[in-house]
């Protein structure tokens, strides 16, 4: 039998469930809990300079492996810091543990120094959260939250812990827990059958069918299954912003992203289509457009492992809940076994159909209304230069639509993004986050020199713990996705989207000890790119002055269906 | 619609507040909860009634079992079911009201439960209706507070919300 202390044991259990890697930044609360990990080598802890960091460092790297990222925060304000972090995570599904700092127990309610309610103030915005009451709880808890955060739809979850629940000097039995089992929490682990056997009747027959995959195929690991079934059957397949990767972006059957800024081949096809397959996307209003008028010929199967997301804002025709991989699966080995004759002529028909949507606009932009280079360009020329295998980690902006649309991923988990919160600060540490735990491959920062002065500070991270990412600051000398809007809804009236005083990047960067590019014409844009991208070991910030006036399109008209889009400044469908 | 939906839950401190905290955060309205520990003291049982659209109603009980302490939940507005509330309500009663209040009192099968010279307390169950009623007919210059404790509720016949 083992004694350890409080403190100890969140050392040791996050030792013992093989967490490589937290991030954190001390106080007060966590004296303890620093002083055990002081003492050990298993867990390293990365130091950020702003816990909103920590928190998306920790989102990247459960982004990028499917595993839990862990943070640690001291009470009150380090707590609060990570709020946003943990929002950000919520919203995309992220599975995450965040272990907050508590004053002491006998302090609680008394407006002690640095208390805040954590529980209270991230209930709505964590899938779960606890706070310990004895430190012989400690170990299951911790246990608790890996198994609640990374099963199911997955979700960050808080565990808040009072300072005297770790307090040195007094130890109790400490026993790793394997396993654990709560009665009123059990994910459902396969779809109903009759329910997939219905969805695979729809999918056999349809005549103009659209497969839609969003982050939940991410989530379950499920793109091999989703490109073998769209092969299969030779179907389109759209990924939604959260999706991007689960299907070949640059596989003629792939139609990019629906929704707001989707391509037209996208919006078109779904709004179309006579069945739409939605693989593990939750259909929010950036996709919709307006519900009621949303795919009004399609059947719509909804596969989700969370039933709240399903019939949430557009009714399913056949709802199907439970996790991707096994779903699909099912799908597949139903597919391949059906004897229904596939009408091949109305396939062929569709996809003229489409290839004709795709040939109007196809992701093209103008070029010859300014003299500046275009961002769409910038994207072009990094995934070129990156072979489109790279990982890109998006701030949220004008920049991230366009990373969205011309970067073209090949696997999944290569797209991080704030796609649920739009967390503006989000693309640096998460950049950090990726580069730290995949230190052989090419991870790239795509953002917005507003986006990039919101986590700025982390740039000293990058150069403690040497990670050579490569930032491309698409600069634009403005909040470009307000200055858009502004230019659409308010006569172009610049409302504080106008950002003045930037600082000189390249200085600055070089000041945190890294190197620094910029690029104002076109010609120089791939040969810089290049050569940042081989300085292997130096993280390279790329500042590239692009068309300030430029947007984002295609755009959907407000309160219409999906195919009601701009598609230039002056042209609409 | 109205419904009466009653959760089965881990009786743990800041369960209460997850349910409450969800109604508020996702904009569903609650008219009434009542929450108190079951015959098993790890659980408790929760009724609160909601009124919506089928589509809210489908949203509410989605949400409440997605959260980790709820263990069942039913909506026992969907089949035959027993509701109760219990009211304890204040009356004036001087002089010739003292006779017609008791005869209210009566004909709802109420009970006085304390009684001084110019007031009445009387404690009144049934559903929500009846307790209208009741107030209805004291008419309200004559009531003088009101405490009602929600509706709780419970399906008729052999089916059991439990573990
Ligand atoms: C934290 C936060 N604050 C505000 C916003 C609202 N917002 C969305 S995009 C945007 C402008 C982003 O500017 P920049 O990073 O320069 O990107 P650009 O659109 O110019 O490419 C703003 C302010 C946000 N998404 N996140
Ligand atoms: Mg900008």
């Avoid at chain 1, 995570?89 to 008394?110: F, K, N, R, T, W």
């Avoid at chain 1, 099963?151 to 394997?178: A, C, H, L, Q």
């Avoid at chain 1, 740039?459 to 930032?471: D, F, H, R, V």
């Amino acid at each position: 039998m083992e004694l350890l202390s409080g403190a100890d044991m969140v050392a040791r259990f996050l030792a013992d469930e093989g967490v490589e890697y937290i991030y954190g930044y001390p106080g007060g609360a966590l004296l303890h809990i620093y002083d055990a990990l002081f003492q050990q080598d298993k867990v390293q802890h990365i130091l950020v300079r702003h816990e909103q960091a920590a928190t998306h460092m920790a989102d990247a790297y459960a982004r990028a492996t499917g595993k839990p990222g862990v943070v640690l925060v001291t009470s009150g304000p380090g707590a609060t810091n990570a709020v946003t972090g943990i929002a950000t995570a919520y919203m995309d599904s992220i599975p995450m543990v965040v272990i907050s700092g508590q004053v002491m127990s006998h302090l609680i309610g008394e407006d002690a120094f640095q208390e805040c309610d954590m529980v209270g103030v991230t209930r709505p915005v964590v899938k779960h959260n606890m706070s310990i009451k004895s430190p012989e709880e400690i170990p299951m808890a911790l246990k608790k939250a890996f198994y609640i955060a990374s099963t199911g739809r997955p979700g960050p979850v808080v565990v808040d812990i009072p300072k005297d629940m770790t307090t040195p000097t007094e130890r109790y039995e400490y026993v790793y827990p394997e396993s654990v089992k709560l009665r009123s929490y059990n994910p459902v682990t396969r779809g109903h059958s009759g329910q997939i056997k219905k969805a695979v009747e729809l999918l056999v027959n349809a005549k103009r069918p659209v497969i839609l995959a969003g982050g939940g195929v991410i989530h379950a690991n499920a793109s091999e299954q989703l490109t073998e079934l769209a092969r299969m059957l030779n179907y389109p397949v759209v990924n939604t912003l959260m999706g991007l990767g689960t299907y070949p972006g640059t596989d003629p059957q792939f139609l990019g992203m629906p929704g707001m800024h989707g391509s037209v081949e996208a919006n078109m096809a779904m709004h179309h289509a006579d069945m739409i397959l939605n693989l593990g996307s939750r259909l929010d209003d950036r996709i919709t457009n307006a519900t009621e008028k949303f795919c009004p010929t399609a059947k719509l199967v909804h596969v989700d492992i969370d039933p709240s997301s399903i019939s949430k804002t557009v009714a399913a025709d056949v709802p199907i809940v439970g996790p991707l991989d096994s779903v699909l699966n099912e799908i597949l080995k139903l597919a391949k076994a059906s004897e229904v004759e596939r009408d091949e002529e109305a396939l062929a028909t569709w996809w003229q159909q489409i290839e004709e949507w795709r040939r109007r606009h196809g992701g093209r932009y103008r070029t010859d209304d300014s003299e500046l280079m275009k961002p769409q360009q910038v994207v072009e020329a990094l995934c070129k230069v990156t072979k489109g295998d790279a990982y890109v980690c998006s701030d949220v902006g004008q920049h991230q639509m366009f990373a969205a649309q011309y970067y073209k991923f090949n696997k999944p988990r290569r797209w991080l993004n704030s796609g649920g919160l739009g967390t503006m600060g989000y693309g640096l540490p998460a950049a950090m986050g990726v580069k730290l735990n995949f230190p052989d491959e090419e991870v790239v920062c795509v953002t917005g020199e507003g986006s990039i002065q919101m986590n700025i500070q982390e740039l000293s991270t990058c150069a403690q713990y040497n990670l050579p990412l490569k930032i491309v600051c698409i600069n634009n000398q403005s909040l470009g996705m307000v200055r858009q809007w502004q230019d659409l809804n308010y006569e172009s009236r610049h409302s504080q989207s106008y950002m003045e005083s930037l600082p000189d990047f390249t200085k600055l960067v070089e000041a945190y000890g890294h190197v620094g590019m910029e690029v104002t014409r076109l010609e120089e844009l791939e040969s810089t790119l290049e050569k940042a991208f081989a300085m292997k070991d130096k993280l390279v910030f790329i500042n590239v002055y692009v068309d300030p006036y430029e947007h984002v399109y295609p755009m959907q008209v407000p309160k219409a269906s999906m195919r009601d889009m701009w598609l230039s400044k002056t042209e609409r469908t | 619609m109205r419904h009466i939906i009653s959760v089965l839950m881990e009786n743990e401190a800041g369960a209460l507040s997850r349910v409450v905290g969800l109604f508020s955060q996702r904009n569903f309205n609650i008219e009434s909860l009542t929450v108190a520990p079951t015959e098993d003291p790890t659980l408790s049982r929760l009724t609160l009634t909601t009124i919506g659209h089928d589509g809210v109603i489908e949203q509410i009980t989605k949400q409440l079992n997605k959260l980790i302490e709820v263990v069942k939940l039913v909506d026992l507005t969907e089949g035959d079911h027993i509701e109760r509330e219990l009211m304890l309500i204040k009356v004036k009663a001087l002089g010739s009201q003292r006779a017609e209040v008791i005869r209210n009192v009566d004909i709802f099968r109420g009970q006085v439960v304390d009684v001084t010279s110019s007031v009445y307390t009387v404690q009144l169950t049934g559903d929500s209706a009846k307790l209208d009623a009741f107030i209805e007919v004291l008419g309200p210059t004559n009531v003088l507070e009101v405490v009602r404790t929600g509706v709780s509720g419970i399906a008729r016949g052999e089916k059991v919300l439990s573990l």
